[in-house]
């Protein structure tokens, strides 16, 4: 009730005596009359000393900017000048975005079939493909949704397959495609021979669900890509997307628990892994294709530092320009900062294979 309490009166700009008087009444509804003495006391005088309690709290960088100390000195240290920036963008709920399924719609019908529902949605420049609204809401009601008009999917991360440059008839491989979201996009956008694979089961079914109401179809595989025998025919791929599992530390505004959930300790095999990945799927690229490494995170280790890993081992691989829009240069590649142009977290890196 304490803590109830304080995010009505902090976060949620609630009536002060009211939130008070409203915890007093729950914790005797609750059966716990002498605390609510205690909720009382310790409310009332949060408000009288609030000032200087929260001058007090935020003296430490943790409460100043709730985020664990680890993850505060690793932004730091990787984005001196942007990590305030990028503490403030975390702390901030972040719009709901669409991606419009361009084989049975487009940004402008979808947008007068929202406006007619009552849902204002704007198309920005910098997504082909995408749709801002102005709220958050149930998307599952929202006309179009069941017939597989839209996906929800954050502007950097529809940004991916923008990267990947598909054309129909080519054979595209998804390393690590469940739930879907990149899948269906690469589908949407050409007709290619898709494999859709992931390592994880359980999440396969999803994936199979969103392709079917999207109307789209993939050759989905369950498998582990660092272990191409169990699951590759051996023919090359003319594309290669692999969005890495990672420390998804660019989407902490759609998933605060990972300030809780991740430690300092993940970072280190998650770039082993990722490398691992890298290293494993190069060979199946075929001469002149193109792979795509894509990650949620926002650190380093993960992102450049393995791409760096990946053409340093291999003399046929070559990174390509990518354009300003998809962030800063980071590396051989580019980072979306979180926030910026109201996006998540990403990071991108365009690796070509040699044609001799
Ligand atoms: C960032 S998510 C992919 C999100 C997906 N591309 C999308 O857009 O919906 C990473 C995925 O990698 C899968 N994964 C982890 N290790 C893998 C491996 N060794 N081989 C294949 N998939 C793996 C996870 O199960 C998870 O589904």
């Known amino acids: ?39 009382n006391a310790v409310l009332r005088r949060y408000l009288r000393e ?30 001196p000048r942007d990590a305030e920036a990028i503490f403030a963008a975390n702390n901030c ?32 420049a910098h997504l082909p493909d995408g749709l801002i609204l102005s709220e958050s809401t149930d998307v599952s009601r929202l006309p179009g949704f069941a017939e597989g008009h839209f996906s929800v999917q954050d502007g950097a991360a529809q940004q991916v397959v ?36 992931d390592a994880d089961a359980g999440r396969l079914p999803r994936l199979r669900e969103n392709l079917a109401r999207l109307g789209l179809s993939a050759n989905v595989l369950h498998g582990d890509a660092s272990r191409p025998p169990g699951w590759w025919d051996g023919k090359p791929f003319d594309r290669i997307l692999l969005d890495a599992p990672c420390s998804a530390s660019g989407i902490i505004r759609r998933q605060p628990d990972i300030k809780l959930h991740r430690r300092a300790a993940d ?58 829009r998809h962030g800063r240069v980071a590396g051989n590649g580019r980072q979306n900062l979180p926030g910026n142009k109201g996006m998540d977290g990403f990071y991108y890196a365009l690796v070509e294979k040699d044609c001799s």
Not at 1 to 25: F, H, N, R, S
Request: aromatic share 4%; proline share 5%.
């Open 162 to 197: 923008d990267l990947l440059d598909v054309a129909a008839g080519q054979r595209v491989l998804d390393a690590c495609a469940a739930p879907g979201g990149k899948s269906a996009h690469i589908l949407e956008r050409a007709a290619v021979e898709l494999t859709a694979l």
């Open 93 to 124: 709920a972040a719009a709901l975005t669409l991606r419009v399924n361009r084989r049975r719609s487009s940004p402008e019908d979808l947008i007068a079939r929202l406006a007619a529902a009552g849902v204002v949605a704007e198309s920005p």
């Open 267 to 324: 970072i280190a095999p998650l770039a082993a892994m990722q490398a691992r990945l890298g290293a494993a799927l190069w060979p199946m690229l075929a001469p002149g294709g193109k792979l795509l490494y894509a990650t949620c995170s926002i650190f380093r280790a993960e992102n450049e530092v393995v791409v760096a890993g990946l053409l340093d081992a291999h003399a046929d691989a070559r990174a390509l320009p990518i354009a300003e």
């Open 1 to 39: 009730l304490l803590v109830l309490g304080l995010v009505q009166i902090e976060t949620m700009g609630m009536p002060e005596y009211a939130v008070v008087a409203a915890c007093v009444d729950a914790a005797r509804l609750l059966g716990q009359p002498r605390h609510a003495g205690l909720v």
């Open 50 to 79: 609030r000032a200087a309690l929260l001058a007090a709290a935020d003296l430490d960088a943790v409460s100043r900017h709730a985020h664990p100390r680890w993850m505060i000195e690793r932004i730091s240290s990787d984005w």
